[in-house]
Every structure is written in C-alpha cells, then in structure tokens.
C-alpha cells in the first residue's frame, strides 16, 4: 500500500434510545444506513473515524455497523471504540436552569449513556494497548481555562461542580496507528456544540478548550492525565493527525475562535484546506466547516478534500439521507516497509 487515505465522518447514527442503533443495523436497512453504505464506498477511505455512532459496553452496535460495511465489499478489520461521557451521570445540576438546584444533569448532551459516541474503523493496525483516553480529565485541571462566567461577572460553575466537571463531552483519544514507519498518533474528539446554553456561554468556553487541549497536548504540555494515570502531552516530533467533528469554524458561527485558528494555524499542523467539487470547505449541511482532517508536519500528504460533490452527481441524494455531515479525507505516502523514517 502506498497511499493510505484517512477521512473522518459525523455519520449521525445516534437513536433516541439504548439498544435503538442496535436494532436498526440487524434489521433491514433504512435510507440512512443505506446512504451512509454509498457515501463510504466512493470516498473508499482506508481508515475511518467516526463520530456520533452510540456506544455500548458491549460494542454490539460497532460490530453491527462493521458487519454491514463488509456485507457492502468494506471491510475493516480493526476496530477501537470506548465510554464516553454523552449520557452519563454527573451527580450535578450543570446547567443551571432549577431554581431548586435539584437537577441533576449528565456530563455531556446524551439521553443515555453512549449517545452520540466514537469509534476508528481500520484496514491497518490500531495500536489499541498504547491508546490515551482522557474522558475523565477535569475542566478546573486545564491552566488558564476559559470557564464561563455570569452576566454580573460571578463564576457559572460552584467549586463542587469544578470537582466533578469533565473537559470532554465525548472523550480526547490519543490512538496509534500502526504504519509501516511506526505509530501515527490519530487524535479524536468530537467537542460539544457552541449553543444550546444562555449568556454564560458554558457550550461556547467548553468547545473551545476541548480543542485546545490539542493544541496544548501536541505542543507537549504537561499538566494533562489521561484515564490510565500516565501524565503529560504528545512527545516531541511524533507524527500525530487531528480528526473529528470539531464544531467550529475560523470563518464565523458561534464558536470562540481563538482555539480553532491556533489548532489550524499550529507550526507542527500543515496549513491544508480540504475542498469539495463544489469548490468550497464546507463540511456541514448549515455551511461551516466543522470536521477537519489536520496532519503533521512529518507526513508526506498526496491530496485532501471534502466528499461534496456537484448538484448533478448520483449521490447527492444518499448524501442528504446520510448524515448532516460530509466526509473529509486525507492522502498520505506511505514509505516502503524498509524505510523507517516517514517523509
């Protein structure tokens, strides 16, 4: 193999309850999982990560969707998924909308713990042993955090709620794949939209600084512990590619842009602008580019772009049914097995 093509993809197969997924991919499928089927086969990605596929402990519905990609010729022998906090329990009123103060709301948007979960699908090794996850890390443990404040200038959040208030609303993965070269560092997230709360703002400062925990973690800062206790950033000089519905934009929308622009714009990130045939890098059916594909500076890129093709183009229509999302891919040059540097 001499090019791997990487593409991340909001796939939208999230379901109003548990189990719901489950049932709707070992049964006939709808225009969704049909047009999700299509969509996947002509980008022809070598791996996938995945955003918005509901979790479950026992990974039934990821193994359902592998099944179905295989009954479709895709078929992708590694897989990785794991908790995240969509759903789960915080023990705290976090929003702040009960005057009682009795609320007790989860860690991250989620009817149910797993909603609107993660997972990699891949044709070459995930090196699932040496993973980071940093589900639990708290918000109060990031320097300098952008905590959201009250219209009189108050803290939002009670120094009880900081003891428990996560970072992510999904989960921060710091995944090996497996190259003939040695470990690229996939790093997933897929942070909370900047909306849905009131004049504090809380969604709009916590998307922010779930991206920038990327930019610190490949910056090598050290004050991060991931979920195994190991403490500290990305090393120095690994090849790392940031992927994921970030929910944020540079060019406007509601998000906070400073994280966005210094991810995007980072000295070991390459300046890429993925592009559709419609000749724009929207990503998002509301016209923001939300999800990005950003590589390091040590790997040999051959092409990138948005699966959005022209309106005359057959699947269009699978397209819609699909997702709100588009898919972005990323070609890179994989050297020869003998080569043990990456270009």
């Known amino acids: 193999m001499n090019r791997?093509?990487?593409?991340?993809?909001?796939?939208?197969?999230?379901?109003?309850?548990?189990?719901?997924?489950?049932?709707?991919?070992?049964?006939?499928?709808?225009?969704?999982v049909s047009g999700l089927l299509q969509v996947m086969a002509q980008v022809d990605a070598d791996v996938w990560i995945i955003n918005e596929l509901d979790y479950d402990p026992g990974q039934q519905a990821l193994t359902a969707f592998q099944a179905r990609?295989?009954?479709?010729?895709?078929?992708?022998?590694?897989c990785f998924t794991a908790p995240v906090n969509t759903g789960v329990p915080s023990g705290r009123d976090l929003v702040k909308q009960d005057v009682n103060n009795t609320l007790e709301t989860p860690f991250g948007f989620g009817d149910f713990p797993g909603q609107y979960g993660m997972a990699v699908l891949s044709k070459v090794p995930l090196d699932t042993e040496a993973c980071r996850t940093f589900q639990h890390f708290l918000w109060r443990d990031m320097p300098d955090a952008l905590m959201p404040s009250n219209p009189d200038g108050s803290a939002f959040y009670t120094d009880d709620d900081l003891?428990?208030?996560?970072?992510?609303?999904?989960?921060?993965?710091?995944?090996?794949l497996t190259l003939p070269s040695g470990a690229c560092h996939l790093l997933i997230s897929h942070p909370t939209p900047p909306a849905f709360d009131g004049p504090e703002r809380r969604n709009v400062c916590r998307n922010h600084d779930e991206i920038r925990f990327w930019v610190d973690y490949i910056s090598g800062a050290s004050y991060m512990t991931d979920d195994q206790g190991l403490s500290g950033g990305l090393a120095p000089d690994q090849p790392f590619i940031v992927a994921g519905d970030l929910n944020a934009s540079s060019a406007g929308g509601d998000s906070q842009p400073g994280a966005i622009n210094r991810l995007v714009t980072h000295p070991s990130v390459q300046p890429l602008r993925p592009l559709s045939d419609r000749g724009h890098d929207l990503t998002a059916r509301w016209k923001m580019r939300a999800d990005y594909v950003l590589p390091s500076t040590q790997l040999a890129v051959l092409g990138t772009g948005v699966f959005w093709p022209a309106p005359e183009h057959p699947l269009n229509?699978?397209?819609?049914?699909?997702s709100d999302h588009r898919p972005v891919w990323l070609d890179i040059a994989l050297p020869d097995r003998t080569n043990q540097a990456l270009p």
């Open 163 to 176: 003891a428990v208030m996560r970072l992510s609303s999904k989960s921060h993965w710091d995944l090996p």
């Open 69 to 78: 990609l295989r009954e479709a010729g895709m078929d992708f022998p590694y």
């Open 317 to 322: 229509v699978a397209l819609e049914r699909a």
């Open 4 to 32: 791997l093509r990487l593409a991340t993809y909001n796939v939208a197969l999230n379901r109003p309850r548990a189990g719901d997924l489950m049932t709707d991919l070992t049964t006939r499928p709808g225009h969704q």
